[in-house]
Structure formats: structure tokens, C-alpha cells
């Protein structure tokens, strides 16, 4: 392989230019398209290689998509490279660090297909997750053959966010797939994110070639079953690279404010209008959100799904201090209610 390779993988200036003179003789570039227990698999100059950690990295903290710098001689990895974007869901027990999902993306695909598993809540997290990390996003409708409502499927899926780009697709037909030819050129990487069964592994296996193991639909519900157990990087034949998921039943958020109002700006430019600056959009008198809700402007879901995702991601971002101090509060708050209880009885 050529140093071209590395620029088809995605290799530019953005990752070059971190490279201290003394590493350029020592260390050589691989971007990672695997995470084992004590190694990773990588792409480099040389082809497809094994690499192992240093005392100083943890498996957790190397994402698919990363790139790094290694020692050929060792084939360790020296350091991680600093990222262009990172996508990242906080992980569902108490207190623990967000979950690195892949690093170095440009495009977010969120696939869902044309039934009952559509759901604007869901997509709406993918699209706050890809918004606070600077991902532009794809929506992939797959299954179109099997439903008697595309459009109306594809017309929820576009009123979401103005910026989303919409698809409806057939992954069986290679036609249709040339269609993501825009979003997978040469040094451009995709990450594929949706619940199972919706046909990520048809797209995965089209589009580059595999025959990864696919499931059905079950019938009673339209949810899949899970084939997909890792992340991995694949070379696609339009060029691009594409990240494969497994999939995700849930899509914790955090630090991802500015993604949430960016999905939801219309409602953050009508808050921004109400009379009051600390309203909460229930009953206050001159609430700009209520009033557009009365109007038919915005619909309660929406407002309901804005609110969800503001004090989940409100809660997660805090840190431990910040949860220790309003947890104390609480307690002093409950002890004073319980004074105050305790006297009124000895009345």
C-alpha cells in the first residue's frame, strides 16, 4: 500500500500536522477498525495489523475510526491522535463515563425502516448526538418494498431537522445503494446506527461486499434481533469507509445542550421569547411555547420529547460534586419538611 492509502482511509492534515518532528522517524500512522480485549486491529501502510496497549491506554479509551501512532518495531501503540469528531452516548449505569462509540466521522447514517419501528424519539437522540459532535446526518428508510406508507413515513422523517437528509433505500438493489455515493467518497467515513433488524447488516454487506449474517423481522412487534456484536470499519466500493454498530436499544445523552437546541430550534427561539427568562413552559402567563402549542404551531409530542432529552441530558452532564450538592439539598429540604411536620402534630 501507498501512502495514498493512508489519504483514502482518511488520513489529512488535521492528523498530520500533530506529529512532532521526532515521532515522524519513530512512529508510523494506522487507523483503528477494531477493539480486542488487550489489542486492536488497524489499517496501515504496511496492510492489516495487530496492535497492543501501552501501560498508559486503556481499551475503552480507543474508539473505531481512531487514529493513531505505533511502533513498528513493537507494534504498540504510541498514542492517540487527537480526534476531528468523537461520538459518544453516556452509559446506563450510575455515574459512569460516556460510552466512546467511534471517532472521526462525517456522517451519522440512522436507519429505520417503514414500519412500527419508526420513531421520531429515537431518531430525534441520534440526531442531538450528531449534532453536538459536528456529524452531518443521513436517514436511511429501509423496507419500503414491505409498506404501504413511504411517504408518509418519509414526510415524518423530514419534518425532524432541515438539515437531515432523507433516503428511502432497497439494500438489496446496488443501484439504489450508488445513491450514498456523496456521503462515502474516498476519505470520507459513515457510521450505520438503528435499532436491530432493520437492515444495517443488508447495507453493510452491499456496500462492501461482506456476508455478515443478516435476521429477520419479528412479526409481532417489527423489532429485529441483534447480529451485529461489534464495531468495526469496513472498506465500502463507492470509496468511503463505513463504521458498523451494533444495535442500540438505548441512546443515553450527555453534554449534548447545544445538539438538543440545534434539533429543536424552533422551540429554543420561542423560549427565548417568553416573558419571563426562568419560564418552564406550563402555566406562566406570556409563555411564548404554550402559545405556539395553542396555535397548532408546534405540536405537545415535540415539546414533551424537547423536555425528556433536556433534563436527561441536564442530569447526566452534571458531575459527581454537582449531584452530591443537589442531592444534599434535597436532604435538607425533606429534613425541614419533616420539622415542620413533627411540630404541627405536637400541637
Not at 431518531?123 to 449534532?131: D, I, K, N, T
Not at 439494500?171 to 445513491?179: C, I, P
Not at 419479528?218 to 463504521?243: E, F, M, P, Y
Not at 413552559?281 to 415535540?302: F, L, M, R, T, Y
Request: charged content about 25%; glycine content about 8%.
Amino acid at each position: 500500500m501507498e501512502k495514498a492509502f493512508l489519504v483514502d482511509l482518511g488520513w489529512s492534515p488535521h492528523f498530520e500536522n500533530q506529529m512532532a518532528q521526532n515521532e515522524l522517524a519513530e512512529y508510523l500512522p494506522a487507523r483503528v477498525s477494531e477493539i480486542h480485549y488487550d489489542q486492536v486491529s488497524a489499517y496501515a501502510e504496511a496492510g492489516n495489523i495487530r496492535l497492543t496497549f501501552p501501560a498508559n491506554i486503556r481499551a475503552g479509551e480507543v474508539g473505531v475510526g481512531d487514529w493513531v501512532l505505533f511502533d513498528p518495531e513493537v507494534s504498540r501503540i504510541y498514542r492517540v491522535l487527537e480526534r476531528r469528531s468523537v461520538l459518544q452516548r453516556q452509559a446506563n449505569l450510575p455515574n459512569a463515563k460516556p460510552q466512546l462509540m467511534a471517532a472521526n466521522l462525517d456522517t451519522l447514517m440512522i436507519v429505520t425502516s417503514c414500519n412500527d419501528e419508526f420513531n421520531s424519539a429515537r431518531v430525534e437522540r441520534y440526531l442531538s448526538l450528531a449534532q453536538t459532535s459536528a456529524i452531518m446526518p443521513l436517514l436511511i428508510l429501509t423496507k419500503g418494498d414491505l409498506s404501504d406508507n413511504v411517504e408518509y413515513y418519509k414526510k415524518q422523517a423530514e419534518g425532524l431537522s432541515p438539515i437531515m437528509s432523507v433516503l428511502v433505500l432497497d439494500a438489496r438493489e446496488a443501484e439504489q445503494l450508488d445513491q450514498l455515493a456523496p456521503w462515502l467518497s474516498k476519505g470520507e467515513t459513515a457510521a450505520l446506527v438503528g435499532s436491530s433488524g432493520v437492515g444495517k447488516t443488508t447495507l453493510l454487506n452491499g456496500l462492501t461486499g461482506g456476508n455478515e449474517a443478516t435476521q429477520t423481522i419479528r412479526g409481532d412487534d417489527a423489532k429485529g434481533r441483534h447480529t451485529t456484536t461489534a464495531r468495526s470499519l469496513h472498506q465500502t466500493h463507492l470509496g468511503g469507509w463505513l463504521i458498523d454498530m451494533p444495535g442500540i436499544r438505548s441512546v443515553g445523552l450527555t453534554e449534548s445542550a447545544e445538539g438538543i437546541s440545534q434539533v429543536f430550534s424552533e422551540i429554543v427561539e420561542l423560549a427565548a421569547q417568553c416573558k419571563f427568562s426562568n419560564c418552564a413552559h406550563k402555566s406562566e402567563p406570556g409563555c411564548a411555547v404554550q402559545g405556539a402549542i395553542e396555535k397548532g404551531d408546534i405540536n405537545q409530542g415535540e415539546f414533551e420529547r424537547w423536555e425528556k432529552l433536556r433534563r436527561e441530558d441536564q442530569y447526566n452532564s452534571e458531575t459527581i460534586a454537582d449531584k452530591r450538592a443537589r442531592y444534599r439539598s434535597l436532604g435538607r429540604a425533606s429534613a425541614a419538611a419533616a420539622n415542620v411536620k413533627s411540630k404541627k402534630s405536637r400541637r
